[in-house]
T-cell receptor
Framework: NAGVTQTPKFRILKIGQSMTLQCTQD?????MYWYRQDPGMGLKLIYY???????DKGEVPNGYNVSRSTTEDFPLRLELAAPSQTSVYFC??????????FGPGTRLLVL | QKEVEQNSGPLSVPEGAIASLNCTYS??????FFWYRQYSGKSPELIMS????GDKEDGRFTAQLNKASQYVSLLIRDSQPSDSATYLC????????????FGTGTSLTVIP
């Protein structure tokens, strides 16, 4: 099993551009999450999903959108990128509301 | 706003010593508590989970939970240089549904 995979690993965006961060898991987990981690800070939940077709906002959803059309994929969309969205983004999945398995992260720089 | 507080450190201990990491949380009905280890530039990985008051041991790691004091800790016995990392505390409760709240992490350095 590859676990949780994320692409790209690193991206530079200009202010106002948009992009999609990809996340795929092959563990047949129902729960999937998107977090952001700013330097020296903990993880902040952006959006989460409890199954295909179901998504909900986390602590910091503004400026982001998600969709969950399949169990495996949970892409995160950034519209109109802003410098405040410079961060490391982690996708995670879990079978239950317990052990979360994290992907390797996407480092995003908005200039 | 659910708050999870950790001492950011850095915490330095000599090799072989016990490292003690602490976490407090504000949501009194929190039910599930987790410790993650994060190496620099890497993603978090789960070390321990604890749900009931008391101690839970797994190898060199012991998690301690005191719900009355809203306090959870992680003890690392016989600390090794490979334990040098940032340790994140995370909390979940039925009130927050599927949301987990993370602390800012404590940086641990084990000195050989």
């Amino acid at each position: 099993n590859a676990g949780v995979t994320q692409t790209p690993k690193f991206r530079i965006l200009k202010i106002g551009q948009s992009m999609t961060l990809q996340c795929t898991q092959d563990m047949n987990h129902n729960y999937m999450y998107w977090y952001r981690q700013d330097p020296g800070m903990g993880l902040k939940l952006i959006y989460y999903s409890v199954g295909a077709g179901i998504t909900d906002k986390g602590e910091v959803p503004n400026g982001y959108n998600v969709s969950r059309s399949t169990t495996e994929d949970f892409p995160l969309r950034l519209e109109l990128a802003a410098p405040s969205q410079t961060s490391v983004y982690f996708c995670a999945s879990s079978r239950t509301q317990e052990t979360q398995y994290f992907g390797p992260g996407t480092r995003l720089l908005v200039l | 706003q659910k708050e999870v507080e950790q001492n950011s450190g850095p915490l330095s201990v000599p090799e072989g010593a016990i490292a003690s990491l602490n976490c407090t949380y504000s949501d009194r009905v929190s039910q599930s508590f987790f410790w993650y280890r994060q190496y620099s530039g890497k993603s978090p990985e789960l070390i321990m989970s604890i749900y009931s008051n008391g101690d839970k041991e797994d190898g060199r790691f012991t998690a301690q939970l005191n719900k009355a004091s809203q306090y959870v800790s992680l003890l690392i016995r016989d600390s090794q240089p490979s334990d040098s990392a940032t340790y994140l505390c995370a909390v979940n409760s039925v009130n927050t549904g599927n949301q987990f709240y993370f602390g800012t992490g404590t940086s641990l350095t084990v000195i050989p």
